[in-house]
T-cell receptor, first 116, second 112 residues
Framework: EAGVVQSPRYKIIEKKQPVAFWCNPISGHNTLYWYLQNLGQGPELLIRYENEEAVDDSQLPKDRFSAERLKGVDSTLKIQPAELGDSAVYLC??????????????FGPGTRLTVL | DAKTTQPPSMDCAEGRAANLPCNHSTISGNEYVYWYRQIHSQGPQYIIHGLKNNETNEMASLIITEDRKSSTLILPHATLRDTAVYYCIVRGFDSGTYKYIFGTGTRLKVLA
């Protein structure tokens, strides 16, 4: 079974440019997460989707970040315009059942963003 | 804020047991303890979780103290491939949703 797929794996852009990350979760997983991971830190949740609905976006900087999950499957995270401080790894994860006891999250390999 | 406290780094000899401690003194009665690990340039990977009782699976054992304020992840026979950052997480429930709050983790280095 394929895991969580993310693309691109690496992205280098200049500040003020837009950038987008794409995530394809594990088939059948209704819950999708986007995390931000700075160097030497643990992942921090940006947004969580239950199917198509963003149920927790309290940590998403909405002035420049946006996300969508059309049809409740793939998801895109966008930054516009990017700032130097946005350089980080952006992780996507999915889980089968948010209310379940296990709630194991499966993570993709991440997209490493460098803003110059 | 992270609900867990872990030592920043540990070393372990290959073939020996690796015991990774975690403090979670503010854990609530219905909050689970999860452990994930992250190997360089990969996303975190689930290891094990528990509520009150000790748990064991093919990867590790989880020992939770009776008062639930701390736990220990045990890798019984560490290999070089176990070198990674290990995160102890308390799965919280906030505003109707489950949340993982990652700390900075423990960087485990397995030595040959």
């Amino acid at each position: 079974e394929a895991g969580v797929v993310q693309s691109p794996r690496y992205k280098i852009i200049e500040k003020k440019q837009p950038v987008a990350f794409w995530c394809n979760p594990i088939s059948g997983h209704n819950t999708l997460y986007w995390y931000l991971q700075n160097l030497g830190q643990g992942p921090e949740l940006l947004i969580r989707y239950e199917n198509e609905e963003a149920v927790d976006d309290s940590q998403l900087p909405k002035d420049r970040f946006s996300a969508e999950r059309l049809k409740g499957v793939d998801s895109t995270l966008k930054i516009q315009p990017a700032e130097l401080g946005d350089s980080a790894v952006y992780l996507c994860a999915s889980s089968e059942q948010s209310q379940g006891r296990r709630n194991e999250q499966f993570f993709g390999p991440g997209t490493r963003l460098t803003v110059l | 804020d992270a609900k867990t406290t872990q030592p920043p780094s540990m070393d372990c000899a290959e073939g020996r047991a690796a015991n990774l401690p975690c403090n979670h003194s503010t854990i609530s009665g219905n909050e689970y303890v999860y452990w994930y690990r992250q190997i360089h340039s990969q996303g975190p990977q689930y290891i094990i979780h528990g509520l009150k009782n000790n748990e064991t699976n093919e990867m590790a054992s989880l020992i939770i103290t009776e008062d639930r304020k701390s736990s220990t992840l045990i890798l019984p026979h560490a290999t070089l491939r176990d070198t990674a950052v290990y995160y102890c997480i308390v799965r919280g429930f906030d505003s109707g949703t489950y949340k993982y709050i990652f700390g900075t983790g423990t960087r485990l280095k397995v030595l040959a």
